[in-house]
């Protein structure tokens, strides 16, 4: 299956194996990668985002927090080799499989209608 994601910054067509993304351009991706609420980080992220609510209450903000060990961001050699045979039109199901929650992370992030990322800064850069 193809969607289109009618974005300007993505509007390359990404055919989806594994999922059907759901609501193109009408949430914003958090990506967290603070040290957790209490942090400054934390802090100003949530401050952002509570200005962002009130004004567009209806704001949908989906929250991907890279310390939790859950998040499944496994990849190596064998998930390149999947996503190029699925490139070519090649992949067996097993590649297609094996690359399957690495293609709903990218299509969360690819139908987003915004990105805000918050991470901490070690000597004045994103580490």
């Known amino acids: 299956q193809r969607l289109r994601c009618d974005h300007k910054m993505f509007s390359a067509e990404i055919s989806y194996h594994a999922s059907r993304p759901e609501a193109v351009g009408r949430y914003l991706l958090h990506i ?18 509570e200005k962002l609510k009130e004004s ?55 139908c987003a209608r915004g990105l805000i990322v918050s991470a901490p800064m070690w000597n004045y850069g994103v580490p």
């Open 56 to 110: 567009e209450p209806d704001l949908e903000v989906r929250h991907v927090r890279l310390w939790d060990e859950t998040l499944q961001m496994d990849y190596r050699l064998e998930h390149v080799r999947a996503k190029m045979a699925m490139l070519a039109g090649q992949a067996s199901a097993e590649e297609v499989s094996s690359f399957g929650h690495l293609e709903r992370l990218c299509a969360e992030l690819a």
């Open 32 to 49: 967290d990668a603070s040290h957790g609420p209490e942090s400054l980080i934390g802090q100003a992220a949530a401050a952002l985002l």
